[in-house]
Each structure stands twice: as structure tokens, then as C-alpha cells.
Nanobody
């Protein structure tokens, strides 16, 4: 099985930055796609960023905005989401998700990720 653990959430003032981490454990050797999603109160879960890899030098990243940056540390089995210029609309529970890449779902599709973490709360307020 694959277990994902998010960390790094908290209370941040508008304009500040946060760095969220997702640590992967278990049978992860075949995982080649990891995404970040968020869900605000009363809203649907939405895509934030994703990273795909297949070999050395093959990493590809995607994000909804430039202030969201996703990266991978191969040796530590972790994926980081750097968020800059935070605003109150970014307040949500942020989840990381992992999958085996395929052709049925695109990188931003929730249904394409079978493994999910418990989420970490991000609150942007004065």
C-alpha cells in the first residue's frame, strides 16, 4: 500500500508564504504522478499542482498559477508545494495524492488519484 502524510500547514498573514510537504511511504516504486488539491469550506475539491516523472531528467510540473511551485526530492521520497503571495481565498485543507500514470485521466483529475493523504489546514488571515 501507499501512505501519504502532509505537513507544513498553519496560520499565515496575507502576502506571506508557506511550504507544504508530502512524504510517501510503502510500495511507492511504481508511483510516477503526485498532485496537490485543496478544498475550502462549502466548495468542491480543486486541483492546485502536479508533478510527473518517468526517469532521470523527465520531471514535468503543472500548476494553476505561478505562485504555486511543486518540486520533488527523490532521495527523501517527498514532494513540496511552495505557495507565495497567499491571500484569504487560499484558505483550505490541502491534500496530496499519488497515482500510477496512465491515459484515462489527466494530471488534474481527482478520480485519477487512488492514494490520498489526510490533508493539512492552511489558513490565511490577519
Amino acid at each position: 500500500q501507499v501512505q501519504l502524510v502532509e505537513s507544513g500547514g498553519g496560520l499565515v498573514q496575507p502576502g506571506g508564504s508557506l511550504r507544504l510537504s508530502c512524504a510517501a511511504h510503502g510500495s511507492i516504486v511504481s508511483i510516477n504522478k503526485l498532485g496537490w488539491f485543496r478544498q475550502a469550506p462549502g466548495k468542491e475539491r480543486e486541483f492546485v499542482a502536479a508533478i510527473r516523472w518517468g526517469g532521470v531528467g523527465s520531471d514535468r510540473t503543472y500548476s494553476i498559477e505561478g505562485r504555486f511551485t511543486i518540486s520533488r526530492d527523490i532521495n527523501k521520497n517527498t514532494v513540496t508545494l511552495q505557495i507565495n503571495s497567499l491571500n484569504p481565498e487560499d484558505t483550505a485543507v490541502y491534500y496530496c495524492a499519488a497515482a500510477y500514470d496512465g491515459t484515462e485521466y489527466v494530471y488534474s483529475a481527482i478520480e485519477g488519484y487512488p492514494y490520498w493523504g489526510q490533508g493539512t489546514q492552511v489558513t490565511v488571515s490577519k
